[in-house]
């Protein structure tokens, strides 16, 4: 028997190569706004979102807003002229079409499927999230896709958690495993829920924050000897 029953799943940077995608992402989108797709503009804007994702974390901030406040901040940033509404719509269409997988998710999900019951949990956009779920081989492998946009609050709040105990029916707490990249949303989260978390660190970051992991792997197949 398994020692987690119920993995949860953070997507972008855990299952997904979110840095890749967001880069291919980029460059279709500044290239089609006439934009220099230079490694100084994709670090700029990189930047802009990074700092309003965080303020999304931390309440400072509605998904609405930042899908073109990082934009429009962008823009001014690099001296262009462009409308930002215009530009969030290209990027989130680019975004929703590009997949490029972590090494080994694929592999780590089908057979940890045959135990345990799979799910996603991202604060990810929305539509971005459902397109790219039906266009990878993931869908197969989970019972429920949780966005923080149609919860109503995002990772790390405890009442995220609490919406995705109670759709997927979870009495038993200690039968769940929180994995993800990041140690703002997903291992803090996991912390305010009182679950057991996995922090996949595949760069080797020092845990500067007061979020608490469990486990810390590098590659998702050791996920394999936790479970």
Not at 59 to 69: R, V, Y
Not at 139 to 160: M, Q, R, T
Request: overall charge negative; some cysteine.
């Amino acid at each position: 028997m398994p020692r987690y029953k119920k993995i949860l799943f953070d997507l972008d940077g855990t299952l997904l190569d979110f840095e890749k995608t967001e880069r291919t992402a980029l460059t279709n989108t500044f290239n089609a706004l006439g934009i220099e797709p230079s490694e100084k503009n994709i670090n700029r804007y990189v930047k802009i979102n990074e700092e309003l994702w965080r303020r999304l974390e931390e309440g400072g901030i509605e998904k609405d807003k930042l899908k073109t406040e990082r934009f429009r901040l962008f823009f001014n940033a690099a001296n262009v002229i462009s409308d930002e509404y215009h530009a969030s719509d290209l990027y989130i269409k680019n975004l929703s079409e590009t997949i490029i997988y972590i090494d080994g998710a694929i592999k780590i999900c089908e057979e940890l499927s045959r135990e345990c019951e799979l799910a996603v949990i991202t604060n990810g956009i929305a539509k971005v999230q459902h397109s790219r779920h039906k266009l990878t081989d993931f869908a197969k492998y989970f019972s429920y896709l949780f966005i923080s946009e149609e919860v109503g609050k995002p990772k790390p709040y405890k009442e995220f958690f609490d919406h995705v105990f109670k759709e997927m029916k979870i009495d038993d707490l200690s039968e769940v495993l929180v994995v993800g990249d990041s140690l703002t949303s997903d291992i803090k989260g996991a912390n305010n829920a009182g679950v057991a978390c996995c922090w996949y660190n595949a760069k080797g970051l020092t845990n500067d924050t007061d979020s608490i992991c469990d486990y810390t792997i590098s590659s998702l197949d050791e996920l394999k000897k936790l479970i």
